[in-house]
């Protein structure tokens, strides 16, 4: 049971690594909001300390599939 809770800890420091290291690049302030911003922001976050290791993960493009009519 006490390794969940450390286990927990490490994905939650992890990820807010990750958005201070988004907010470091200013994609929250960034006033385009598209897809590709959104899947770069959420790459950002995941990479976590990678990314102060040289990971600057970005997402090019992106399609999203249109609704049915």
Same mark, same amino acid.
């Given at each position: 049971?006490?390794?969940?809770?450390?286990?927990?800890?490490?994905?939650?420091?992890?990820? @807010?690594?990750? *958005?201070?290291?988004?907010?470091?690049? #200013?994609?929250?302030?960034?006033?385009?909001?598209? $897809?590709?911003?959104?899947?770069?922001?959420? @790459?950002?976050? *995941?990479?976590?300390?990678?990314?102060? #290791?040289?990971?600057?993960?970005?997402?090019?493009? $992106?399609?999203?599939?249109?609704?049915?009519?």
């Amino acid at each position: 049971m006490r390794g969940r809770g450390i286990i927990g800890v490490i994905v939650i420091v992890w990820l @807010l690594i990750g *958005v201070f290291a988004t907010w470091q690049r #200013g994609y929250f302030s960034n006033s385009e909001t598209n $897809c590709a911003t959104a899947g770069s922001i959420a @790459l950002t976050v *995941v990479a976590g300390p990678l990314n102060y #290791g040289g990971v600057n993960p970005k997402v090019a493009s $992106c399609n999203l599939p249109q609704p049915s009519q």
